[in-house]
């Protein structure tokens, strides 16, 4: 599946007017001896990127009687419950155990049904699939969709228009559909980086494997980076377009969460602060001058646990 700069351009045509252009920091060299730009995509409505794929999807297809039906670890839900709102649709979020009270309060507050649908994502996710069978309703998909994918690239298009001439751009990774579509758009010309914690690594994994794989979850930030497999689409879009995936520690999110917190007074989940962690602790170091550009794409953090991290 190849994924063009035109299909991405006319994704933003159709949701402009339902997201945030979200803003851009350019930073002089407070992390490296090059500057660093950071896309401020935590700033988008629902806390995450994840809005712009929603919205990409509602407004690409018709939607049932049934409604809408995704699972999530809790940003994609939210994403959707607004989405599904703002265009008067009826949804069903379908998330795992692990999901975080204060993502979970995010969907309900956009009028969604949620559904707690087992330990982990892939049981909610079957939850979900097992849901639109029986109801007819349409199924979003967090990342292994086009329509997704497409979506989410359109943080690409923006960010490369308020800060040009980037080198590379860091962009955590879950299941993969804000790199395949950020890739996507800069496809031959920026160095794309994806990050992933050491305790989920599935797009590392199946790039390594040379096909999508499964693998084991455990990391703080796993209610948004916690996918147990890419996917086709997502690894063959990845395949061709990613550098390669850089790996992070649970303690490195932490300290970026802290930094983030202690220099801009930004709360970031842990999922948010990843890229930034692969730039901070050395996971990905970059040439000297390179003009580095980092994704903090959610912000959906219990305060209380940030309180914890930033005060300990």
Known sequence: MIITRADIE???????????????LNLGDAFHDGPVSLK??????????????????????????????????????AAVAYA????????????????????????????????????????????CDLYVAESGALRIHPFGAESTVIGQGTAALEWEQD???????LVAVGGGGLISGVSSWWAGGVKV???????????HASLEAGRPVDVEVDSVAADSLGAKNTGDLVYGICRETVDHVALVTDAAIRDAQ?????????????????????LVSGAYKPGSGERVGVLLCGANVELSKLAEITHP
């Open 10 to 24: 006319a994704a933003h045509a159709r949701i402009a007017p339902h997201i945030r252009r979200t803003p851009v």
């Open 40 to 77: 401020l995509e935590f700033l988008q409505h629902a806390g995450s990127f994840k809005t712009r794929g929603a919205f990409n999807t509602l407004l690409s297809n018709e939607v049932p009687a049934a409604g809408v039906a995704a699972a999530s670890g809790g940003n994609h839900g």
């Open 84 to 127: 599904a709102k703002q265009l008067g649709v009826k949804a069903r979020i379908f998330v795992p155990e692990i999901s975080s009270p204060a993502k979970i309060a995010v969907i309900r507050s956009h009028g969604a049904e949620v559904v707690i649908g087992g330990a982990r994502y892939a049981d909610a996710q079957a939850a």
């Open 163 to 169: 800060a040009p001439g980037l080198d590379t751009v």
């Open 193 to 203: 980086v994806g990050v992933e914690p050491e305790g989920s690594r599935a797009l």
């Open 258 to 278: 802290r930094l983030l917190w202690r220099d801009y007074r930004i709360a970031s989940e842990p999922g948010g602060a990843a890229a930034l962690a692969a």
